[in-house]
């Protein structure tokens, strides 16, 4: 009965019934009336696509050789739906929110809608995948070939090659290649969902599942009394027993790396992407979806070893290819009927991920590499052609057509050599490089664009020459020796040993190097670069999912220019005028917004055309579209960060709270400092006027006490009076020149100085202020030494407040003078903006600390209780407020025991040194 | 599907009460690292010796049995706290 011509035709009749299934489903789902959007179990089903051939007859082959090594494969992804509120939960909300199509669009999209990164993962999709899409040609071919021979059982390898005509791999092939077009591009849709796809796929799911606990239930009931019976015959054989354990599997490295590739797989390979991201309707499914799939793949591996054990049992010695079993045991029972629903099961198995993977390639390829290279060309002026569905069709029906052909020709060419296994784990690692990008765009908001490049192009370089060159070689492309001596004999540089890493099976080795690569260039890439504005804007609607998810995301984000009617133009060039009219008006609808024809669109209306574009072209091509017509330009960073979301505002506030109390704690420190130095003020008032009064009464005493003399003793000596009547007189000028220093100080301090200021020539006040001071030291006996130029500059000054500085440093350094030798000098020099004053004494000098303190009120220098006050003690800050207020400063300089030496400068007029500025300029 | 329909099924997402929100993702971590230890050495090779349990390998139902535990528990906690546990989609 099992003729080719039979078995074919059951082939077709369950190819058409899939065609079937699928028209159904896309039937329903334009009446409205979805087969899917109330339906978990169908997306949890859809969702077991991950089960290909490989799972089908490799893991039997994978248990036969090495014991339980197949089960970490399913043991990973359950890992990763265990995760779910993390991990899958977050990507799918994420997706939803921006309207994401694929694995490229979703890596695209997160960093800054780039066309390159998109174009990168796409490249990696399709030269990772490509094997495995050939892996499952190659099990139909085998499986079809082993089945023909019935009831003989006879290893594929030995038969002759069947011609291309004939072959099964090549016919399954093109017809699913047509099933691919027909369902999954038979129109543009905003949502890239292909509900009739998915539900002939959970129906495959079904098939294969059935098919294969059938198989299992023969081999361990039918053939055995059960699992016990099975096992314990197993381990009567030494051979068998050592697939019970760990000890013919190939380590624990691998089955830990086989683990972190699988739960990488279930999130990263396309086809998985596809079905539990982009065509999953609602979110809530996840909920069954957590424990169905598990489910769904704890059943279908519960009956792999003992089929492989069975096998083993019933063919020693290796005749068969353990990759046969599930087919060949049913065959050598002369079980016709389950050896073709076997095959019919492997058929679904392949079948079911060869549809998803060539949709899924076939929109990145369209979306994410030759649309955006399309739109680049402006020569194409692609962006003003009326109707682009057609194009969009047509490429991506070229890319699934592509896609298989390009299978077809890597299974005839290099797959005949490989395990089933082998192929898998080949594309799972090429999956895997794109887990780092993904897994960190969504919790590290700091992760750049160069950063994902990086790490992906590095991490694809590792895995061309770690797993995909090393497999060219066993297939014999390369040399051998490529393999065991490494290129050019380089032992370094050994594919399966590189640098020198060995005692790694060759798949922990590759994940090693390819994840040192990938991880490091990631983080290194993204710490060393920075984010552009979109990538930030981006970044933060990923990572901060939880709080956007309701709504608009990215409305505000576009301050473009656009009427209405541009945008329903350029939306309509892509899924239909109609339907673009229509989702328009129904946005603005939602949003109680009247919209006229030629209104100028709102950011959020600019950004819902965006998306919807996204629906169809994916990120990066709808940006460059949506400029076309809408010339905005992304705002500002500032802007964003604040528009963007409520961490980062309260992240403001609490920067801002904490700037205010620093500052109070400054104001407070500020405050306390005024305090302390008002108290001191204080004091210094307390002891002015103490200082004071003590100098008011002594000339007061002494001129109270003549007078009591005199008028005491009226018989005085005339001689004895006149000298009493002078000291009183002296004493008098005294207390009077007291009384208008300090009057005169208070002025100054007090600001209420009248000033006559003007342009004068100093010569004449200086000469005038040595005239005044000529009897002093021809008194005194000091010599006076001056040394001035014929002229001087004219300086901006009044004139008497000048000569009183200088008068009183020249009475001051006459009183200093000591010992026999009294000197005083006198210079003016004429500086750049000034002249200077300089008045040198041979006096015993001023200590270094009290330099300052002389200018202040009623301090001395030398001063002691028992030193004689030889001035006011006002003389010096007289000076210092009128020189500062002219502009120019006064300081001294001294060395103790060798005199004093009092400068000061005064502005030249007209220089600018006025009184604004004069201050802090004078020539240290 | 239109932009709004999609919309409103994700704020339809959002009809789980919000205190078992903490619960559910504690839930998830807990059953993922238990799974994640039990399943790699060294606890593995607690079980990895050539015994039977019942007539069957050791290993094979240790890995078996947590596994469907793993299972059961997550299907208790992922629909945990909806307001409408078995509606609409049944």
Known sequence: MLQGWFILTVSFAYVGLLFAIAYYGDKRATEGRSLIANSPSIYALSIAVYCTSWTYYGSVGRAAVNGLDFLPIYLGPTLVFLLWWFLLRRILRISKANHITSIADFISSRYGKSTMLGGLVTVIAVVGILPYISLQLKAVATSFTVLLQYPDVVTPRTLPEVPVVGDLAFLIALLMSAFAILFGTRHIDASEQHEGMVVAVAFESLVKLVAFVAVGLFVTYGLRDGFGDLFAAAARDPDLARLLTMEASSGYPQWVTMTILSMAAILCLPRQFQVSVVENVNPRHLDRAVWLFPLYLLVINVFVLPIALSGLLHFPGGQVDADTFVLTLPMVERQEWLALLVFVGGLSAATGMVIVASIALSTMICNDLVMPILLRMTWLRLTEREDLTGLLLAIRRGAIVMVLLLGYLYYRFIGESHTLVTIGLLSFAAAAQFAPAIIGGIFWRGATRIGALAGLSLGFAMWIYTLLLPSFALSGWLSEAFIAEGPLGIGLLKPYELFGLDGLDYLSHALFWTMLFNIGGYVLGSVVSRQSVPEQVQAALFVDIHRHAGDQPGATFWRGTATVDDLVDLVGRFVGREQAKRAIADHAQQRNLKIGRNREADPALISFAERTLAGVIGAASARIMLHTVAQGEVVGIDEVMQILDETSQLLEYSRQLEQKSRALEAATAELRAANERLQELDRMKDDFIATVSHELRTPLTSIRSFGEILADNPDLEPEERDRFLAVIIRESERLTRLINEILDLARMEAGRMTWEMADIDPKAAIDEALAATASLFAGDDIQLSTRMPDALPLVHADRDRLIQVVVNLLSNAAKFTRGPDRRVEFEVRVEPGAITVTVADNGPGIAWGERERIFEKFQQAGESPTDKPAGTGLGLPICRQIVTHFGGRIWVESNPGNGAKFHFTVPLAGSKGGRADGTGRAAE | ?90
Do not use: C, N
């Open chain 2, 1 to 90: 599907m239109t932009d709004q329909r999609r919309d409103r099924r994700i704020g339809k997402d959002d009809d789980r009460d919000p205190r078992h929100e903490s619960r559910i993702r504690e839930w998830s971590f807990t059953l993922f690292l238990a799974g994640a230890i039990a399943f790699t050495p060294p606890l593995m090779m607690v079980f990895d010796r050539p015994a039977m349990l019942f007539g069957l390998p050791l290993l094979y139902v240790y890995l078996f049995a947590l596994w469907g535990a793993l299972i059961f528990l997550a299907a208790r906690i992922a629909s945990h706290g909806r307001r409408h546990p078995r509606a609409p989609e049944d």
